[in-house]
């Protein structure tokens, strides 16, 4: 019983830094593999036309943008990197820039909380700039294409997908990749 008692003082805690380091890696990428322009890019592919309500119960479409460019961002409460942002993109959302800003929640996917339990916890958060849209169940995520936690959708003013970057994207860096899409 002593060796099972040592074995697990051994293994358990490299177990759980296995999980916590693949858990790290799920919620985001390297802002290195962004910066490096291995972000994958769609030139003149629509991007998905979703349909969703803000935080209010207002309805938001991409299609209400027309002729705007759009920075998307999907991210979940649960991850770190994404949180670590937040008041970056509120900055960023309150400026005057020449393309939105939206942020993307999907309440009920991928372990993301219920809409009501997001609401109360965001409503916590002093975010006044973000523009929050729930998409329940994650639909427009499996359309976007959203494997990591955050993501960034650039969308150019003929509402196609123009970019597309795992990871986390300072504003620096979110400004930069506007430069090159009309």
Known sequence: MTHLSSVKKVWLPLLSLLCAVSLLTACGQSAQKSASGS??????????????????????????FKGEKVYIKYWASWCSICLAGMDELNTLAGQDNDFKVISIVAP???GEKSEADFKKWFSGLDEKNTTVLLDEGGKYAQQFGVRAY????????????????PGHND????????????
Not at 150 to 165: C, E, H, Q, R
């Open 171 to 182: 504003n620096a860096m979110i400004a930069a990749n506007f430069n090159d899409i009309p």
């Open 39 to 64: 972000a994958s890019s769609a030139s003149a592919n629509a991007a998905p036309q979703f349909d969703l309500k803000d935080l209010s119960g207002s309805d938001v479409k991409l299609a209400d």
């Open 108 to 110: 009920n996917f991928k």
């Open 150 to 165: 955050p993501t960034s959708f650039y969308i150019d003013s003929n509402g196609n997908l123009a970019k597309t970057v």
